[in-house]
T-cell receptor
Framework: EAGVVQSPRYKIIEKKQPVAFWCNPI?????LYWYLQNLGQGPELLIRYENEEAVDDSQLPKDRFSAERLKGVDSTLKIQPAELGDSAVYLC?????????????FGPGTRLTVT | GQNIDQPTEMTATEGAIVQINCTYQTSGFNGLFWYQQHAGEAPTFLSY??LDGLEEKGRFSSFLSRSKGYSYLLLKELQMKDSASYLC??????????WGAGTKLIIKP
């Protein structure tokens, strides 16, 4: 079974520029998560989707971040405009469901550097 | 507030045993995960505990005490490839995963 796919793997942009990240979850996984992770920290949830519905976006900075999951499969996370503090690794994860025992499968992440 | 505590860093010797502790205070409890994360890579699932006691899976075991808000991950017969960060995460009452900052484990020959 193919894993979670993310692109790009690395991105360097100047502040105030827009940036987008793409994620393709494991086939059949209805739940999709976007996290950001800073060095030496655990992942921080940005948004969680159940199929195409965003069911938890309370931690998403909506003034500059947006996300979509059209047709309940692939998802895109966008930042516009990017700030220096947005430099981090952006992880996408998926799971079969949202029950407490469902493990999450993570993609390799996108390392964003904002200069 | 919700809080997960783990040691920042631990060092152990190849072939030895190491125990990584995790204490938590969360709004509700619906299970606890341990994930392994090698530097520059994604976290990968190790274990899930929801009932008290010890669960063994090969060289890795995970223990949970819900009354104490405490878990540990036990790694036996350490290998160099076990050098990684180990993340503890608790499922709260909203089924949201609350992550600890992780414990960086350094294995020395």
């Amino acid at each position: 079974e193919a894993g979670v796919v993310q692109s790009p793997r690395y991105k360097i942009i100047e502040k105030k520029q827009p940036v987008a990240f793409w994620c393709n979850p494991i086939s059949g996984h209805n739940t999709l998560y976007w996290y950001l992770q800073n060095l030496g920290q655990g992942p921080e949830l940005l948004i969680r989707y159940e199929n195409e519905e965003a069911v938890d976006d309370s931690q998403l900075p909506k003034d500059r971040f947006s996300a979509e999951r059209l047709k309940g499969v692939d998802s895109t996370l966008k930042i516009q405009p990017a700030e220096l503090g947005d430099s981090a690794v952006y992880l996408c994860a998926s799971s079969r469901g949202t029950g407490p025992s469902y493990e999450q499968y993570f993609g390799p992440g996108t390392r964003l550097t904002v200069t | 507030g919700q809080n997960i505590d783990q040691p920042t860093e631990m060092t152990a010797t190849e072939g030895a045993i190491v125990q990584i502790n995790c204490t938590y205070q969360t709004s509700g409890f619906n299970g606890l995960f341990w994930y392994q994360q090698h530097a520059g890579e994604a976290p990968t699932f190790l274990s899930y505990n929801v009932l008290d006691g010890l669960e063994e899976k090969g060289r890795f075991s995970s223990f949970l005490s819900r009354s104490k808000g405490y878990s540990y991950l036990l790694l036996k017969e350490l290998q160099m490839k076990d050098s990684a960060s180990y993340l503890c995460a608790v499922v709260d009452s909203n089924y949201q995963l609350i992550w600890g900052a992780g414990t960086k484990l350094i294995i020395k020959p």
